[in-house]
C-alpha cells in the first residue's frame, strides 16, 4: 500500500503576478513576474532549482509547445524542465510533478511554474480552439459556459429546485467571490456586485449570466518546493505541506453509459474521497479551514461544494445562501476571489489557488486574512461536465 | 404489374412570409407587393439538398421496407456537391447498405420526372424497389419574383412491382431546347427570360404535346384524367394548360404558391405525393415535368393505396410548420449577405477526410455499438465496451440509432459560441433503449426545451468549410413533438 505524499514535500518559496488584461506583459514578463517573487521568497538562487516543470494549456494561442519556453524565459541553466496539460487542472498537474520529483529523492529543489496569455486572442472568452480530427467531427461546438450551463438542468431536475432559486444561489456566489476579490490587489476584477447585477445580466449559456462567468485573464503562478528537511536547513520556519495531491480523469462512462444523471461531478467526488484518505482527513467539514474551488462559472462552485462532501447532496442552494461559504462562514470559499475575480489563465490558476492558501497559513493575506487556517483545498476541474479531468490538492500546515 | 411503391415528403419547417419580403423589397420593385401573399418555405441553416432528400427517404421509408432497395436516384438542380456522388451521401444516411445502384440526376427542373420516367421504363426494379428522391434548395437574387415564388422542399417515391400503389400505364417525353431560364456552371443563381412568353411558348405548347402523345398510345381521354401535375410558378398556368388539353378544371393539382412555394427539381413530385395522398383505386393520375420539353407520365391508383400512407406525408409535412418574418435571417442562411460571423466563427473547419472515412458510420449512419458480452449500446462505438461491469474489448455490433428516439438529460442555450441561428442549442441526449451522446441540437423553440424533452434525430450539416467549399454533416436532435 502506498504512503501518499502527505508531509513529504514543503513549499519553499511560491510567486503569483498580477492577473488582468495584460496587453503590455508578454508570457515571458509573466513567467518572469511570478518567479522573482518566488525565488525571493526561498531565499535561493535560480542555480540552486535542479528540475521545473512547467503549465501551459493552449498551446495556440500561449507559448507554443515544449518547456523551451519556460527554460528560455528564465534562462534556466539546462536543467531537465517538463511540460505539462491537463486542460484547467494543467497549474496543479505541474505542481504535482515537482512535488513528486522531490518525494522520489529526485532532486532536492524543483519549479512549478504556470502561464497563460488569454487575451491576445482578439476576442472575450475563452479561445475556440479544435478538440481533436474525429472530436471536431461531432461534437457539439460548445463553449466552456454551454458546457458547464448544463450542469444546472441537470442539478435542477435531480433536485426539484426552482429555476429562479437555483438563480440566486448562483448569483449569491458570485456576489460573495467579487466581495472576496476587491480586497485583493493581485485580482483582476476588484470590485463588489450586486445579487441583482448578477441575476439580471444577460445570458451567456442559460442559465449562466455574465456575472455567472470567470474572468479571463492574463496571468503566471509559481511554486518552489523541497524536503521538510531542505526547507529547514535553509532556515524555513513554520512550514507549509503537501497533504495530498489527487486526479480523476473521466472514462467516458458519464457522457456514454446510462447511470450519471448530469446533476454532480463524478471525478470530484471520486478524486475529493481519495485526496481525504490521502491527507488523513475524516470529516472534511470540521478539517477543512478553506477552499479554492474551481468556479469557472457559479454552478460549478456550487455543485462542487456537494462533491467535496461540504454540502448534503441537494442542500448546496440552501448553504450557499445561508452564507456557510463566505468569507464569514464555516468553510470560507473564493477568499481570494477565485477564478470570479483573477480570471482563468489555465496553466497558472491551480498555483494560484495553492498561492492563496501559502498566503494565508503565513498571516500575509491582508485583509481577507482567515483566523488561523490549517488545510486548505483546491479543485480544478477540465472539459465539461460528462468527461473531464479533475484535480484535487491538499495544502497545510506541517506539523 | 410495375408502378409506384412508396412515397414520402419532407418541408423545411420555417416558412417565411411573403410579406417580409415585400417590405425589405417593394421601395425598389413595387410589384413585389401584389405577389406578397402567404409563406414560402425556407431551409434552416443547415438544410440542403441532401438532408431533405433524407428527410423525404425516411418518411418514404416508414411504409418501404430499406432492404427492399436496390437503386436510389437523386434529382435536382442544386446538388452541394459537383463532384463527390450527393446519392451516395443520402443513401449511407438512410443506411440502406452498400449493394445498390446510386446516381444523381440534375440540370433541368424535369430532372426527377426523366428519372422517373427511365427507373419505371428501364425494369430497373424487376426485384425489389428503386428509390427516386427530388430535393431543391434553390437560391434567388434578392428582392426576386422568384424569392417570392419558390419554396424549398423534397420528396421521394418508390418503385417496384410488388404492393404497387400507382400501376404505370406509360410515358412519353418531347424534347426541345427551350430556354425559359438558365443557370451556367459559373453562376448560382438563375437568369430568366420573360413570363408571358414562357407561358405561350413554353408551358401553353410543349405541354399539351407531350400529354396527346401519351394520352394517344394509352388510349385514355383527357376527360378521364382524375389529377394533373403541372409544376410552376404561373400561377394560372395549369389550369389554362388543361383547359387546352381537355383535362377537367377541378383535376388541375395546387400548385401551392401561396403557402409553400414551387421547390423546383422537387416539385413536381412532391405535388404527386399530395396526389397519392387523396387519389382514390381507380385514378388516373397525370404528371408532368417542364424543362427544355415536357415529361409525361400516365398512372392509375390501385386498391392498395390507402394503406399505404407515410408516417408525415404531404399533409403532415406542410402542417408541421414555424413562421418566420425575418427576413434578414433568411438572407443570412442563404448566404445572400455578408454577414459578421465574429472571430469564434473564424476557426478553420478543415475536413480531415480519411479521419472522417474512417468514422463515416457513425457520421453518416449514426450508426453506434450494441455490446454482444453484456447488452450496453453506445453511441460511438468504440473499442471497450463502455459499460464498466463489462469493459469488453471488440464487443460490439453496429447499431443503427438514426431512428432511435431520446430524451434531453442536461441542455443549454449557448451565446457565446458561433452558431449560424444563435443561441446554440445542444445537450445530452438519452437514447430509448440505452446508449447517450452530447449533440447538437437543431430548431429548437425558445422557451421548449427543458430536461426529459423527447428528441428524435436528423441528418444535418454540421460545418461549413467556406475556404475549401467542404461542408460537413451528422445528426442532430429536434424536439419530436415540434
Request: with cysteine; glycine share 10%.
Amino acid at each position: 500500500m502506498a504512503s501518499g505524499i502527505k508531509d513529504k514535500v514543503v513549499i519553499l518559496g511560491m510567486g503569483c503576478s498580477k492577473f488582468g488584461e495584460r496587453w503590455d506583459a508578454s508570457p515571458a514578463d509573466l513567467m518572469s513576474e511570478a518567479f522573482e517573487e518566488g525565488l525571493a521568497d526561498a531565499g535561493i538562487d535560480k542555480n540552486q532549482i535542479e528540475m521545473a516543470w512547467f503549465g501551459a494549456g493552449i498551446d495556440a494561442y500561449n507559448v507554443g509547445s515544449s518547456a523551451m519556453p519556460l527554460s528560455i524565459a528564465l534562462r534556466l541553466p539546462n536543467i531537465p524542465v517538463t511540460k505539462v496539460e491537463n486542460m484547467c487542472a494543467t497549474g496543479t498537474e505541474a505542481f504535482r510533478g515537482a512535488v513528486y520529483a522531490v518525494a522520489s529523492g529526485a532532486c532536492d529543489i524543483a519549479l512549478a511554474l504556470g502561464v497563460e496569455k488569454l487575451k491576445d486572442v482578439g476576442y472575450g472568452g475563452l479561445p475556440q480552439r479544435t478538440r481533436g480530427v474525429e472530436n471536431d467531427m461531432y461534437w457539439p461546438n460548445l463553449s466552456a459556459p454551454g458546457a458547464f450551463a448544463q450542469l444546472a438542468s441537470g442539478y435542477r431536475a435531480k433536485h426539484g429546485v426552482d429555476k429562479a432559486d437555483l438563480k440566486r444561489a448562483m448569483a449569491h456566489i458570485s456576489v460573495k467571490s467579487h466581495a472576496n476579490g476587491a480586497k485583493n490587489p493581485k485580482a483582476h476584477l476588484q470590485r463588489e456586485i450586486t445579487e441583482e447585477q448578477a441575476i439580471n445580466a444577460p445570458y451567456i449559456a442559460e442559465p449562466i449570466g455574465l456575472f455567472d462567468c470567470c474572468g479571463v485573464s492574463d496571468g503566471a503562478a509559481c511554486a518552489i518546493v523541497c524536503t521538510p528537511e531542505i526547507a529547514r536547513a535553509l532556515g524555513k520556519a513554520d512550514l507549509v505541506s503537501v497533504k495530498a495531491l489527487q486526479l480523476a480523469a473521466s472514462n467516458g462512462e458519464e457522457g456514454g453509459f446510462s447511470k450519471w444523471d448530469g446533476s454532480y461531478l463524478k471525478t470530484t467526488r471520486i478524486a475529493a474521497q481519495r485526496a481525504y484518505d490521502e491527507a488523513g482527513i475524516r470529516n472534511p467539514r470540521a478539517e477543512v479551514s478553506m477552499t479554492e474551488v474551481h468556479d469557472c462559472f457559479s454552478i460549478t462552485e456550487l455543485v462542487t461544494m456537494e462533491d467535496l462532501q461540504l454540502s448534503d447532496e441537494g442542500q448546496a442552494v440552501r448553504d450557499v445562501l445561508n452564507g456557510d461559504f463566505d468569507a464569514n462562514g464555516r468553510i470560507p470559499c473564493q477568499i481570494d476571489g477565485g477564478l470570479k475575480c483573477f480570471g482563468h489563465p489555465i496553466g497558472a490558476s491551480g498555483m494560484r489557488m495553492i498561492y492563496e492558501n501559502y498566503l494565508q497559513f503565513y498571516g500575509r493575506a491582508g485583509d481577507r486574512q482567515l483566523k488561523d487556517p490549517r488545510l486548505a483545498l483546491n479543485h480544478n476541474l477540465g472539459g465539461f461536465p460528462h468527461q473531464n479531468i479533475c484535480s484535487i490538492s491538499i495544502i497545510g500546515r506541517y506539523e | 404489374m410495375s408502378g409506384i411503391t412508396a412515397y414520402g415528403a419532407y418541408i423545411p419547417r420555417t416558412r417565411l412570409l411573403k410579406s417580409a419580403i415585400a417590405d425589405a423589397n417593394d421601395w425598389f420593385d413595387a410589384s413585389l407587393r401584389g405577389l406578397a401573399k402567404g409563406e414560402r418555405s425556407v431551409c434552416n441553416w443547415d438544410e440542403d439538398t441532401i438532408t431533405m432528400a433524407v428527410e423525404a427517404g425516411q418518411d418514404c421509408l416508414s411504409v418501404l421496407d430499406a432492404g427492399s432497395v436496390n437503386a436510389l436516384y437523386l434529382a435536382s438542380t442544386t446538388l452541394p456537391f459537383l463532384d463527390r456522388q450527393n446519392s451516395v451521401v443520402v443513401s449511407q444516411a438512410l443506411n440502406l447498405g452498400d449493394h445498390l445502384r446510386t446516381m444523381d440526376v440534375a440540370a433541368s427542373q424535369r430532372a426527377a420526372t426523366s428519372a422517373l420516367i427511365t427507373m419505371l421504363e428501364s425494369g430497373a426494379a424487376a426485384k425489389g424497389n428503386a428509390l427516386l428522391l427530388a430535393s431543391e434548395h434553390r437560391r434567388s437574387k434578392c428582392g426576386s419574383r422568384a424569392e417570392m415564388l419558390w419554396g424549398d422542399g423534397a420528396a421521394a417515391v418508390a418503385v417496384g412491382n410488388e404492393d404497387v400503389i400507382a400501376e404505370y400505364l406509360g410515358s412519353e417525353t418531347y424534347v426541345t431546347d427551350f430556354v425559359d431560364h438558365y443557370r451556367g456552371e459559373d453562376s448560382t443563381l438563375d437568369y430568366e427570360w420573360e413570363e408571358r412568353w414562357i407561358r405561350d411558348e413554353g408551358f401553353m405548347k410543349s405541354v399539351p404535346l407531350a400529354v396527346n402523345r401519351l394520352l394517344e398510345k394509352t388510349g385514355v381521354k383527357a376527360s378521364e384524367i382524375a389529377h394533373f401535375v403541372l409544376a410552376t410558378d404561373q400561377g394560372r398556368t395549369p389550369a389554362a394548360v388543361a383547359k387546352a388539353i381537355g383535362i377537367a378544371a377541378d383535376a388541375v393539382a395546387d400548385n401551392h404558391i401561396g403557402n409553400l412555394g414551387v421547390t423546383g427539381v422537387a416539385h413536381p413530385i412532391l405535388l404527386l405525393t399530395e396526389v397519392l395522398e387523396k387519389a382514390r383505386a381507380g385514378d388516373l393520375i397525370l404528371l408532368t415535368g417542364f424543362g427544355q420539353g415536357t415529361d409525361a407520365v400516365l398512372l392509375r391508383a390501385t386498391d392498395a393505396i390507402a394503406a399505404r400512407r407515410p408516417k408525415t406525408g404531404f399533409s403532415g409535412a406542410l402542417a408541421r410548420r414555424r413562421e418566420d418574418a425575418n427576413y434578414n435571417r433568411f438572407l443570412s442562411f442563404n448566404n445572400l449577405v455578408d454577414r459578421e460571423v465574429g472571430k469564434r466563427g473564424e476557426l478553420d473547419k478543415q475536413s480531415y477526410l480519411a479521419a472522417m472515412y474512417r468514422r463515416k458510420d457513425l457520421l453518416t449512419g449514426f450508426i453506434g455499438g450494441k455490446c454482444r458480452s453484456c447488452g450496453t449500446v453506445q453511441i460511438p462505438k468504440e473499442k471497450y465496451c463502455v459499460n464498466p461491469e463489462c469493459g469488453g474489448l471488440d464487443s460490439q455490433d453496429d447499431h443503427p440509432m438514426s431512428a432511435v428516439k431520446g430524451r434531453v438529460m442536461t441542455w443549454t442555450a449557448d451565446r457565446l459560441t458561433f452558431d449560424w441561428n444563435p443561441p446554440a442549442y445542444f445537450g445530452l441526449v438519452e437514447f430509448e433503449g440505452g446508449g447517450r451522446l452530447m449533440m447538437d441540437f437543431t430548431e429548437v423553440e425558445p422557451g421548449t426545451m427543458d430536461t426529459g424533452v423527447e428528441v428524435s434525430v436528423h441528418f444535418r450539416i454540421r460545418q461549413f468549410d467556406n475556404q475549401r467549399g467542404f461542408r460537413k454533416y451528422f445528426w442532430k436532435a429536434t424536439p419530436a413533438q415540434q
